[in-house]
């Protein structure tokens, strides 16, 4: 069972930067992909950013191309995302989930991490 725990949210003005952190244990020998999703206040989960764990190949949403870079350390278990350029709009709660061999989706997922940008 893959257990998940982020970490690195807060406050930050617009233009600044965060960086999250992902670690990951128990039974990470079988995870496929991690991610980051994000819930803004009354609206859907969105997919942020996506790596391989094997291959290292990303993924991202159009929105944070180019602001958000997703990277991985297998040594450690942890997957982290670097988010430079904050907007207001990135505010929400930011999710880090994990895909294994044998799921179809994301079928793990950590608590969530608070990210707030003010204007």
């Known amino acids: 069972q893959v257990q998940l725990v982020e970490s690195g949210g807060g406050l930050v003005q617009a233009g600044g930067s965060l960086r999250l952190s992902c670690a990951a244990s128990g039974g990470t020998f079988s995870i496929a992909l991690m991610g980051w999703f994000r819930q803004a206040p009354g609206k859907e989960r969105e997919f942020v950013a996506g790596?391989?764990?094997?291959?290292?190949?990303?993924t991202y949403a159009d929105s944070v191309k180019d602001r958000f870079t997703i990277s991985r350390d297998n040594a450690k278990n942890t997957v982290s995302l670097q988010m430079n350029s904050l907007k207001p709009e990135d505010t929400a709660v930011y999710y880090c989930a994990a895909k294994t061999l044998t799921s179809s989706d994301y079928a793990y997922w950590g608590q969530g991490t608070q990210v707030t940008v003010s204007s």
């Open positions: 790596i391989g764990r094997r291959t290292g190949s990303t």
